[in-house]
């Protein structure tokens, strides 16, 4: 009896945590981005007069530990396309993160991330 009220217990209890979990958007990078909306990346990368020609390219999370390394450590220069997929309005920004270390001006990171909620973010990443 007690090992079917335990597992009651736990059914009902993963039924709560799992029941608030929702989908947030799609993520995708590389490949799929320039299919998808490279008019969208090349936008940015002309705003912003960007060359990444020469940048080697990291994956958000295939090189995860990499990633969370540049990160976690150097400085970089971030820069944003926002849809906003109700009204149509497009904005762009570039943001400055300061790292404890400099900026190696080696790296690009380049991702969208297309969120259920309405907006789609563009982001290039220079580390």
Known sequence: MKKLITVI????????????????????????????????VK???????LDISKLETVRFFEDFDFNKELHDNYTYKAYAYVLNKETGVVTMNSYDYEGLKPSL????????????????TIAIKVF
């Open 9 to 40: 217990l736990f059914i009902f209890i993963s039924n709560l945590s799992f029941s608030q979990i929702k989908r947030g958007g799609d993520f995708y990078e590389l490949d799929k981005l320039w299919k998808q909306d490279s008019i969208s």
């Open 43 to 49: 936008q940015l990368i002309n705003k912003f007069n």
């Open 105 to 120: 001006n080696k790296y690009v990171m380049i991702f969208c991330f297309d969120a259920d909620s309405g907006k789609k």
